[in-house]
């Protein structure tokens, strides 16, 4: 289901620019098609959901239900999605965040 659009995607890329493994940051600026950036979205958010496919958490304090998930990922000029991790933060550059909650 395409409308033919295109999304303009501006993200940092690493360049290594000496012998001594020095790297640059360049700015980078990408037009990725709709189609494009859909596909590779529903790709990650298949993956976090079988990463995440649990209805109940059992530990020893008792059981649980995943109710919501919370995370930022960053998004790179080819239209890749990836997860943020622990000490990469939103300060880092530009980020998407996405707020998932179980659908009654």
């Avoid at 600026?29 to 958490?57: C, H, I, P, Y």
């Avoid at 919501?68 to 080819?78: G, H, M, N, P, T």
Wanted: cysteine-free; glycine content about 10%; proline content about 0%.
């Amino acid at each position: 289901m395409s409308n033919g659009g295109f999304i303009t995607v501006v993200t940092a890329e690493e360049e290594v620019t000496t012998r001594s493994g020095a790297a640059d940051v360049a700015r980078v600026t990408k037009q990725l098609s709709v189609d494009t950036l859909r596909g590779k979205f529903v790709e990650f958010m298949n993956n976090m959901d079988a990463a995440f496919d649990s209805d109940e958490l059992k530990t020893q304090t008792g059981m649980f239900q995943l109710e919501q998930i919370q995370f930022s990922v960053e998004l790179s000029a080819s239209g890749d999605f990836k997860l943020l991790g622990t000490g990469v933060g939103v300060g880092a550059g530009a980020a998407l965040s996405f707020v998932l909650t179980r659908k009654q």
